[in-house]
């Protein structure tokens, strides 16, 4: 699996943005998708989750209820919906599949794309 993640830019606080994760491949539902994020001297930290089918999601308390993972099979592809977004938000966002259960930890996932960068700052 091949993965491309695009949508990141520079928003301001309080703003949106939607991150998308596009794979190649034809046994996209088979596989279940993270976002993760890395700050500047930061450790890649976990942020949302979804099941092959989207119908497990989990998410980092630090995001919960203001980002929402979802996903369309048939485009292969899979969401990142960001609201309020804060300047502590700011990080490059990655996403990653893997064909087992779901995970919060970067070990779970065998598959990455490049990152996309998300700035939250006035």
């Known amino acids: 699996v091949q993965l491309q993640a695009s949508g990141g830019g520079l928003v301001q606080p309080g703003g949106s943005l939607r991150l998308s994760c596009v794979a190649s491949g034809r046994t996209f539902s088979s596989y279940a998708v993270g976002w993760f994020r890395q700050a500047p001297g930061k450790e890649r930290e976990f942020v949302a989750t979804?099941?092959?089918?989207?119908?497990?999601?989990y998410y980092a308390d630090s995001v919960k209820g203001r980002f929402t993972i979802s996903r369309d099979n048939a485009k292969n592809t899979v969401y990142l919906q960001m609201n309020s977004l804060k300047p502590e938000d700011t990080a490059v966002y990655y996403c990653?599949?893997?064909?087992?259960?779901?995970?919060?930890?970067?070990?779970?996932?065998?598959?990455w794309g490049q990152g996309t960068l998300v700035t939250v700052s006035s």
């Open positions: 990653a599949a893997d064909n087992s259960l779901l995970s919060r930890r970067v070990s779970g996932y065998d598959y």
């Open positions: 979804i099941s092959g089918i989207g119908a497990s999601t």
